[in-house]
């Protein structure tokens, strides 16, 4: 069984950056599409960015684009966060599987559809 682990959450100030790491314990699997997740306290789960790992193409929520950049090297997954904002708040978590490039950075992909998840790395941003 696949197992994904994130790192690098933690406490940023508005304005600042971060740069959160999901390392899947098998740097081999073969998973095409890749996925951030985030979800606040009492919300849904919300997709913020993917990536098609065969052509790079992405997809980014308009909550986040322009600030976070989702990128792939050597089998981990990486999302730099800047110009953090307060509601950026949240609980954050990779997610993998096999997808097209369509399906993948298309608006419908949702939660639901990935089969393997991180724990979740909690980043705070305060005033």
């Known amino acids: 069984q696949l197992r994904l682990v994130e790192s690098g959450g933690g406490v940023a100030q508005a304005g600042g950056s971060l740069k959160l790491s999901c390392d899947p314990s098998?740097?081999?699997?073969?998973?095409?599409?890749w996925a951030w997740f985030r979800q606040r306290p009492g919300e849904a789960r919300e997709k913020i960015t993917t990536?098609?790992?065969?052509?790079?193409a992405t997809y980014y929520a308009d909550s986040v684009k322009g600030r976070f950049t989702i990128s792939r090297a050597r089998g981990t997954l990486y999302l730099q966060m800047n110009s953090l904002k307060i509601e950026d708040t949240a609980t954050y978590y990779c997610?993998?599987?096999?997808?097209?490039?369509?399906?993948?950075?298309?608006?419908?992909?949702?939660?639901?559809?990935?089969?393997?998840w991180g724990q979740g790395t909690q980043v705070t941003v305060s005033s």
């Open positions: 997610a993998v599987d096999y997808f097209g490039s369509e399906w993948c950075t298309g608006q419908r992909l949702a939660d639901y559809d990935f089969d393997h």
């Open positions: 990536i098609y790992i065969n052509d790079r």
């Open positions: 098998d740097r081999t699997y073969g998973g095409t599409c």
